[in-house]
């Protein structure tokens, strides 16, 4: 049975917060055991690829910029760089007990009004310097507006390592419906969608979030956010990014219970391309 939460776990302010802006800011939330205990993890999987023959890797720059690639195809030089690591939820326990802390858990179940259920996670060694984009291009969830994403920073942030921005109320504008109909790109043309967010959100300030090993970015999934340029590229800012649904929306077949409270989606690694 679904455990049905009550918005108590939220203060009054971050309710307020939550509303007016799209995302919250949980400070020293993980402790520095659980936050050593990730980056070996990750460290240990680039040093071992071998190991994790179907893990996926989307890379962010150089020569490969744009492409997903198993993680033994990826070219040495492209890991000194911007990557996705996907799905380590699948693989690591460590990683999934993170994804679904039970205090975690808990406050997103407020959020979303039922128990979250982890549809995808990506772990990052640097900045994404991922341009202004909405999630729900590339996710849209089941049931209107009950998405949202968490970043664990493993790092400190700084201007130097390409910081996550954010643009707060941007959850409030209507999304941009593709020719198909639907929020999610699938196969459509991406420009379109860009213009609109950038004309909708002109009006908008974006602001950095400087998190420290730890700390916790919880946003809607139709706020409006990006990763800034990396001016040291020396400087890593690794961190564990999870998109959560709701597990009601999807039939017991689909998802497996992991806490009393928190739930993955049934699912294989991502496909790389050919």
């Known amino acids: ?11 009054d302010e971050q309710r307020r917060v939550w509303a007016r802006d799209g995302f919250l800011i949980l400070r020293e939330f993980f402790d520095h055991r659980t936050v050593d205990a990730v ?38 030089e492209s890991f000194s760089g911007p990557i996705k690591i996907n799905d380590l939820f699948l693989n690591s326990d460590i990683v999934r007990a993170c994804t679904l802390d039970e205090r975690l858990s ?3 179940g407020a959020l979303l009004d039922g128990d979250p259920m982890v549809c995808n996670s990506l ?6 310097t991922q341009g202004a984009h909405y999630d729900s291009w590339f996710m849209a969830p089941p049931v209107k507006d009950k998405m949202v994403a968490v970043s664990i920073c493993l790092d400190e942030n700084s201007d130097d390592n390409g910081p996550v921005f954010l ?12 020719p198909h109909g639907k929020i999610a790109k699938l196969d459509a ?4 969608a860009l ?12 602001v950095t979030f400087y998190g420290q090993p730890g700390d916790v970015l919880i946003w809607h999934g139709q706020v409006l956010h990006g990763g800034s340029p990396i001016k040291n590229p020396s400087r890593t800012r690794r961190s564990l990014v999870t998109h959560y649904w709701r597990a009601k929306d999807y039939t017991s077949s ?8 928190g739930y993955v989606m049934k699912r294989a690694h991502q496909e790389a391309a050919h």
């Open 1 to 11: 049975m679904m455990r049905l939460f009550k918005r108590s776990v939220l203060t």
């Open 39 to 76: 980056n070996s993890e990750v460290a240990g999987l680039l040093r071992n690829r071998e190991a994790y023959p179907d893990v996926s890797i989307d890379v962010l720059s150089g020569a490969n910029a744009g492409r997903r690639m198993k993680i033994t195809d990826v070219p040495e």
């Open 106 to 108: 808990t406050i997103l």
């Open 123 to 128: 772990n990052f060694i640097y900045g994404s």
């Open 167 to 178: 643009y707060p109320g941007s959850h409030t504008i209507p999304p941009y419906v593709f």
């Open 189 to 192: 043309d991406l420009g379109p």
């Open 195 to 206: 213009r609109y967010a950038e004309e909708t959100s002109r009006a908008i300030e974006p």
């Open 254 to 261: 689909l998802r497996t219970k992991i806490t009393k409270n």
